[in-house]
């Protein structure tokens, strides 16, 4: 059993920064990655980045240069520095961990539960 718990939203100035985190509890063998993801209404979910156990990054067009995924594994929490901020961030934004958990251990894909980020003057 695990829970994913996002942090760190709210409202920004164009330009501005935040950092969300994403924190992880349960019986956690492992993460195998994690990943954010955001959307807005009418529109589908839409992935922003993520990060392997390796620590291999990958990112959507739109946010390259101005976000970057990152990883504690000892606090089994990740984060989202977004910088730059732009209007058409505004979303709420997903955490989503691919998980090993429990015993024997089972893979899950596990979710937070959201968290609002609005960029506006």
């Known amino acids: 059993q695990v829970q994913l718990v996002e942090s760190g939203g709210g409202l920004v100035q164009p330009g501005g920064s935040l950092r969300l985190s994403c924190a992880a509890s349960?019986?956690?063998?492992?993460?195998?990655?994690m990943g954010w993801y955001r959307q807005v209404p009418g529109k589908q979910r839409e992935l922003v980045a993520t990060i392997t156990s390796g620590g291999r990054t990958n990112y959507e067009d739109s946010v390259k240069g101005r976000f970057t995924i990152s990883r504690d594994v000892a606090k089994n929490t990740g984060y989202l520095q977004m910088n730059s901020l732009k209007p058409e961030d505004t979303a709420v934004y997903y955490c989503n961990a691919d998980i090993r958990s429990g015993w024997p251990p089972r893979s899950l894909e596990v979710w937070g539960q959201g968290t609002l980020v609005t960029v506006s003057s």
């Open positions: 349960g019986i956690i063998f492992s993460i195998d990655a």
